[in-house]
């Protein structure tokens, strides 16, 4: 009950972290075909004239969740940079981006089904630290299972690329 107050906060930044996880690398792409000032100027801008400015609003107008709903604009306005950085320079179409990601969001909708549907089981565990352990292990079980699932022709050829170079060494 103490921590109720954290649960929409946290919700809002689970969600800004995914956002992150799908285009934070275009600044990495960035500083590695010479563009690290083109990098610089994204951040700064975003962060001064946006960032800051919904922090300040949502704060004063929400508080901590304001803060969590600030920084999930920031990263979604940040991943349409990304998409059209990444088209722009590495010519990389938004629709690939869109199809390379389907995979791991689709594992994740999965996962939140799940946790819905067995939400009154779940909540009994989440009162110890091994209730919580075997929800998170069980997590990351089901998301593997949903990569497995989709990447599975990838794997085979994987394994099968492995053999091969063991048989050579013989």
Do not use: C
């Not at 990444?86 to 690939?96: A, C, D, G, L, V």
């Not at 390379?100 to 594992?107: A, K």
């Amino acid at each position: 009950e103490e921590w109720i107050d954290a649960v929409l906060p946290l919700k809002l930044l689970a969600v800004a972290v995914m956002l992150h996880a799908i285009t934070g690398s275009y600044a990495t792409v960035l500083n590695g075909i010479g563009k690290a000032k083109l990098d610089l100027k994204i951040f700064v801008y975003l962060t001064l004239f946006l960032t800051v400015p919904l922090l300040y609003i949502l704060i004063q107008s929400y508080g901590i969740p304001g803060a969590a709903l600030a920084i999930l604009v920031s990263k979604f306005v940040n991943t349409f940079i990304g998409i059209g950085v990444m088209h722009k320079y590495i010519n990389i179409k938004p629709s690939q981006i869109i199809k390379n990601i389907f995979p791991s969001l689709l594992g994740v909708l999965v996962i939140i089904l799940f946790n819905f549907l067995f939400n009154q089981y779940i909540s009994v565990l989440r009162n110890s630290y091994l209730g919580l352990m075997v929800i998170i292990m069980t997590n990351l079980i089901i998301f593997g299972l949903s990569q497995v699932y989709f990447y599975i022709n990838e794997i085979k050829e994987l394994l099968t690329f492995i053999r091969n170079k063991l048989d050579l060494r013989k």
